[in-house]
Protein backbone atom coordinates (compact mmCIF):
# COMPACT_ATOMS: atom_id res chain seq x y z
CA UNK A 1 0.00 0.00 0.00
CA UNK A 2 0.94 3.33 -1.03
CA UNK A 3 1.51 6.16 1.78
CA UNK A 4 2.51 9.77 1.45
CA UNK A 5 3.12 11.80 4.73
CA UNK A 6 3.62 15.26 4.44
CA UNK A 7 5.05 18.00 6.77
CA UNK A 8 6.67 21.30 7.33
CA UNK A 9 3.57 23.29 7.65
CA UNK A 10 3.19 26.31 9.83
CA UNK A 11 2.44 29.42 10.54
CA UNK A 12 4.18 32.06 8.89
CA UNK A 13 3.74 35.94 8.19
CA UNK A 14 3.75 37.32 4.71
CA UNK A 15 6.41 37.33 2.83
CA UNK A 16 7.98 34.50 4.40
CA UNK A 17 8.78 30.84 3.19
CA UNK A 18 8.08 27.45 4.26
CA UNK A 19 9.56 24.00 2.98
CA UNK A 20 6.94 21.20 2.24
CA UNK A 21 7.74 17.49 2.06
CA UNK A 22 6.55 14.57 1.29
CA UNK A 23 7.86 10.98 2.11
CA UNK A 24 6.13 8.11 0.12
CA UNK A 25 6.88 4.49 0.90
CA UNK A 26 5.25 1.21 -0.33
CA UNK A 27 5.34 1.56 -3.81
CA UNK A 28 7.88 2.64 -7.01
CA UNK A 29 8.56 6.53 -5.93
CA UNK A 30 11.08 6.54 -9.14
CA UNK A 31 8.59 5.92 -11.41
CA UNK A 32 5.69 8.55 -10.15
CA UNK A 33 4.77 11.96 -10.65
CA UNK A 34 4.64 13.79 -8.18
CA UNK A 35 1.97 16.62 -7.36
CA UNK A 36 1.21 19.01 -4.76
CA UNK A 37 -2.34 20.50 -3.96
CA UNK A 38 -3.77 22.88 -1.88
CA UNK A 39 -7.88 23.51 -0.30
CA UNK A 40 -8.77 26.65 1.62
CA UNK A 41 -11.52 26.80 3.93
CA UNK A 42 -14.68 26.84 1.33
CA UNK A 43 -12.68 26.29 -1.71
CA UNK A 44 -12.16 23.31 -3.97
CA UNK A 45 -8.61 21.55 -4.05
CA UNK A 46 -6.35 23.15 -6.33
CA UNK A 47 -3.32 21.98 -8.43
CA UNK A 48 0.26 23.75 -7.24
CA UNK A 49 3.04 22.30 -8.71
CA UNK A 50 3.83 18.82 -10.44
CA UNK A 51 7.17 16.96 -11.07
CA UNK A 52 7.91 14.30 -13.52
CA UNK A 53 9.38 10.53 -12.31
CA UNK A 54 12.92 11.74 -13.19
CA UNK A 55 12.83 15.34 -12.20
CA UNK A 56 13.39 16.64 -15.90
CA UNK A 57 10.06 18.80 -15.78
CA UNK A 58 7.77 20.70 -13.52
CA UNK A 59 4.68 22.50 -13.49
CA UNK A 60 3.33 25.31 -11.68
CA UNK A 61 -0.28 26.84 -11.08
CA UNK A 62 0.07 30.55 -12.35
CA UNK A 63 -0.49 31.93 -9.06
CA UNK A 64 2.53 30.12 -7.54
CA UNK A 65 4.90 30.27 -10.59
CA UNK A 66 8.34 32.27 -9.34
CA UNK A 67 8.15 32.10 -5.58
CA UNK A 68 7.32 28.10 -5.02
CA UNK A 69 9.58 25.56 -6.29
CA UNK A 70 8.68 21.63 -6.29
CA UNK A 71 11.67 19.10 -6.27
CA UNK A 72 12.00 15.73 -5.23
CA UNK A 73 15.01 13.20 -3.86
CA UNK A 74 14.28 9.38 -5.35
CA UNK A 75 16.78 7.93 -3.03
CA UNK A 76 14.84 9.60 -0.09
CA UNK A 77 11.34 8.73 -1.73
CA UNK A 78 10.59 12.71 -1.26
CA UNK A 79 9.29 15.39 -3.07
CA UNK A 80 9.44 18.91 -1.28
CA UNK A 81 7.74 22.20 -1.86
CA UNK A 82 9.80 25.24 -1.38
CA UNK A 83 7.68 28.08 -0.72
CA UNK A 84 9.13 31.97 -1.17
CA UNK A 85 7.58 35.08 -0.79
CA UNK A 86 4.29 33.46 0.87
CA UNK A 87 0.80 35.58 0.79
CA UNK A 88 -2.06 35.13 3.30
CA UNK A 89 -4.05 33.76 0.17
CA UNK A 90 -1.37 30.75 0.23
CA UNK A 91 -3.16 29.73 3.43
CA UNK A 92 -4.49 26.74 2.81
CA UNK A 93 -4.07 22.71 3.78
CA UNK A 94 -1.44 21.39 1.32
CA UNK A 95 -1.05 18.00 -0.05
CA UNK A 96 0.82 15.52 -1.96
CA UNK A 97 -0.60 13.33 -4.40
CA UNK A 98 1.50 10.59 -6.49
CA UNK A 99 0.22 8.59 -9.93
CA UNK A 100 2.66 6.36 -12.05
CA UNK A 101 3.30 7.69 -15.38
CA UNK A 102 4.99 11.26 -16.44
CA UNK A 103 2.81 13.51 -18.15
CA UNK A 104 1.54 17.10 -17.55
CA UNK A 105 -1.14 16.18 -14.88
CA UNK A 106 -2.81 18.61 -12.94
CA UNK A 107 -6.35 17.27 -11.85
CA UNK A 108 -7.31 16.32 -8.53
CA UNK A 109 -8.74 12.92 -10.21
CA UNK A 110 -5.42 12.06 -12.17
CA UNK A 111 -3.92 11.36 -8.63
CA UNK A 112 -4.26 7.96 -7.08
CA UNK A 113 -2.51 8.45 -4.09
CA UNK A 114 -2.97 11.04 -1.65
CA UNK A 115 -1.62 12.61 1.83
CA UNK A 116 -3.45 13.30 4.85
CA UNK A 117 -2.40 17.26 4.41
CA UNK A 118 0.08 19.55 6.26
CA UNK A 119 -1.49 23.24 7.31
CA UNK A 120 -0.07 26.36 5.99
CA UNK A 121 -1.11 29.51 7.79
CA UNK A 122 0.60 32.96 6.27
CA UNK A 123 -0.78 36.02 8.51
CA UNK A 124 -0.38 39.52 7.12
Known amino acids: QVQLVESGGGLVQAGGSLRLSCAVS????????MGWFRQAPGKEREFVAA????????YYADSVKGRFTISRDNAKSTVYLQMNSLKPEDTAVYYC?????????????????WGQGTQVTVSS
Open 97 to 113: AARSGSYHYTLVREYDY
Open 51 to 58: ISWSGGRT
Open 26 to 33: GGTFSSYT
